[in-house]
């Protein structure tokens, strides 16, 4: 690996999971990075499809790239070994199936600098289309305390996002947490974490340098699964952690305590094996109940929760669920 040692070695590191079909365009972006000065890591997680190979030929032209094959255990898992094997002292995380921005790196590593921040994060914009990314001007947000950027990370429509895809994260936040092995939340999780472990400050640039792509086979799409109900698991726990940090906190964690609960259950509702589910959508009621003054008149809880959350109470989720998601549709659209 010949590296540039004026600039710091930025560490990538992208799991890689049957992902053939779209695996090369990911990789073209990122060694066609404007920062050079790379750590690639690809984690193939057991592969069944040529993913594996398509791994080995671009480490065969690039000597940035690394690459280690193991046997599946998920994202979580091969993000833990990208992290064990990472020698950057910035850290980020690319999914195999998404695109970056050329300059993805090369903004995230300058705002860092410039803002003496221990995270750095852009924007990122989820699309079935390519061509459909958003374009705006760079402006950055700039926040010197965890409990600043948690309040904002609490607020519907936080720019921030919960993922960690668009974030760059100094190494000394990153090498002593390592990912829980959540089927859904694991992003949320970690994240959070990182936050409480920066000692230094957040900046946000509104760039749009990362794109989610939808696709049939991504890994947060699908049928209900019972294992997807682990981000309430973290939702709780991240709850708990927050109410011992700040009392200031208290409206803005339970408002997104609620939105996550009201996001399953929208998601079991929105689902073809809802009626497998009906005893979690009765312990998501039991919790809301439990928690009900926490919501009565929160300014920080959105309306749309709280439309929600009446109607799950009194079981009339369902057709007020169908709705809300049509009258989204239709808003969209206009």
């Not at 890689?16 to 750590?39: A, F, G, P």
């Not at 984690?43 to 940035?64: F, H, K, L, N, Q």
């Not at 079991?268 to 109940?289: E, M, T, V």
Request: with cysteine; hydrophobic share 35%; net charge neutral.
């Amino acid at each position: 690996m010949v590296l540039n040692m004026d600039k710091p070695i930025i560490s990538l590191i992208i799991p890689v999971y049957n992902t053939e079909k779209h695996l090369e365009k990911c990789l073209n972006r990122v060694i066609d990075q404007t920062y050079k000065n790379l750590d690639i890591i690809l984690v193939d997680d057991g592969s069944t499809d040529e993913s594996g190979r398509i791994c080995d030929s671009y480490a065969e032209r690039d000597s940035r790239i690394r690459v280690f094959h193991k046997i599946n255990g998920g994202v979580s898992d091969s993000r833990n070994l990208g992290l064990d094997k990472a020698l950057g002292e910035y850290i980020g995380f690319v999914d195999s199936d998404d695109l970056i921005d050329i300059q993805f790196i090369e903004v995230l590593y300058s705002n860092a600098v410039k803002h003496d921040a221990g995270i750095s994060a852009c924007g990122m914009y989820g699309s079935y289309n390519i061509t459909k990314i958003r374009k705006n001007i760079g402006q950055c947000l700039h926040y010197n305390s965890s409990e600043e950027v948690l309040r904002n990370l609490f607020t519907a429509g936080s720019v921030l996002g919960s993922s960690c895809c668009n974030k760059l994260f100094r190494r000394e936040i990153v090498e002593s947490i390592r990912y829980k092995n959540y089927v859904v939340g694991e992003d949320v999780d970690y994240l959070y974490e990182c936050i409480m472990n920066n000692k230094k400050s957040f900046v946000y640039d509104n760039r749009v340098l990362y794109l989610y792509l939808y696709h049939d086979t991504s890994s947060s799409r699908g049928m209900f699964s019972i294992e997807k109900l682990s981000i309430l698991t973290v939702a709780d726990d991240i709850l708990s952690k927050t109410l011992l940090l700040s009392d200031s906190l208290e409206n803005a964690v339970y408002a997104y305590h609620l939105r996550w609960h009201m996001c399953v259950a929208q998601n079991i509702y929105n689902a073809c094996n809802k009626n497998d589910f009906k005893s979690c959508i009765d312990d998501i009621r039991k919790k809301i109940k439990g928690n009900l003054n926490k919501y009565l008149w929160n300014p920080c809880v959105a309306k749309g929760d709280t439309i929600l959350y009446i109607a799950l109470l009194f079981k009339m989720f369902g057709p007020v669920n169908c709705i809300l998601r049509e009258y989204r549709i239709i808003t969209k659209s206009v």
